[in-house]
């Protein structure tokens, strides 16, 4: 499986490339959206991870840019509510609820709040791919 994960935070990054990194799955990382869709047109995801809170295009415009181009595509939007550092997340905070109810909105698969843990993101990233396909 091919797994792209798209945030501006380079910690948040490599923490989900080492976490979801093995010998069955990929994945690759972008920091911007923009980033994000050259490389899912450069080969073909099943996965998209995406922070809502970006630098150009966020989050929300991005999911509906990816629904369009790629039908397909698998996406699970995440949000720590545009807080900055590890001690600032408040995934109970309006502003996460709300992003992350828009990128359900965008066509989002499934969402998840900032911070989350392993076992959290794994669950969700199974439930998200066992979905059945969108009848044309």
């Not at 073909?44 to 809170?53: E, G, N, S, Y």
């Not at 295009?57 to 990816?66: C, E, F, L, N, P």
């Not at 828009?102 to 911070?115: E, F, L, N």
């Amino acid at each position: 499986m091919r797994i792209l994960v798209i945030d501006d935070e380079p910690y948040v990054r490599a923490a989900l490339l080492r976490v979801l990194g093995s010998e069955l799955s990929e994945v690759i990382a972008a920091s911007d959206a923009e980033e994000g869709l050259v490389a899912l047109r450069a080969a073909p995801t099943h996965l998209a991870i995406v922070d809502v809170v970006l630098p150009g295009m966020d989050g929300v415009a991005a999911i509906k840019r990816m629904r369009a181009e790629f039908p397909g595509l698998r996406i699970i939007a995440m949000s720590g509510g545009g807080n900055f550092g590890l001690d600032e997340y408040r995934p109970d905070a309006i502003a996460t609820c709300a992003y992350l109810a828009a990128c359900r909105g965008a066509g989002a698969h499934g969402t998840i709040a900032k911070p989350f843990g392993t076992q959290e993101l794994r669950q969700l990233i199974q439930t998200v791919m066992d979905l059945e396909p969108a009848v044309s």
